[in-house]
């Protein structure tokens, strides 16, 4: 969804920038793994394994917040999985 004051590739550079300035050295090895949203516009940020629990407590403190999100020690926050048309039910 396009926020209203910065685009898309506006908060993943700033996110990015931010994250690893500023909250990168403070995470642990338990944290791999996990979803962190990051406000980009006030440095907050929520960590849980749940993505969904992570941008519900974010929102809940910044609701027009521009959040970053990505996963902990992985290059992406997801995945796209290609199946096969045999290997989909609905094919």
């Known amino acids: ?53 992570a941008v519900e407590r974010a929102r809940a403190k910044h609701l027009d917040g521009a959040f970053y999100i990505l996963r902990v020690g992985h290059s992406a926050a997801y995945r796209k999985l290609a199946l096969e048309a045999e290997q989909t039910p609905w094919a």
């Open 1 to 53: 969804m396009a926020h209203p004051r910065y685009t898309s590739d506006e908060i993943a550079e700033r996110g990015q920038a931010l994250y690893e300035r500023e909250v990168h050295g403070s995470l642990t090895a338990s944290d791999v793994g996990k979803f962190l949203v990051l406000d980009i516009e006030t440095g907050d940020y929520e960590l849980d394994t749940n993505d969904l629990a």
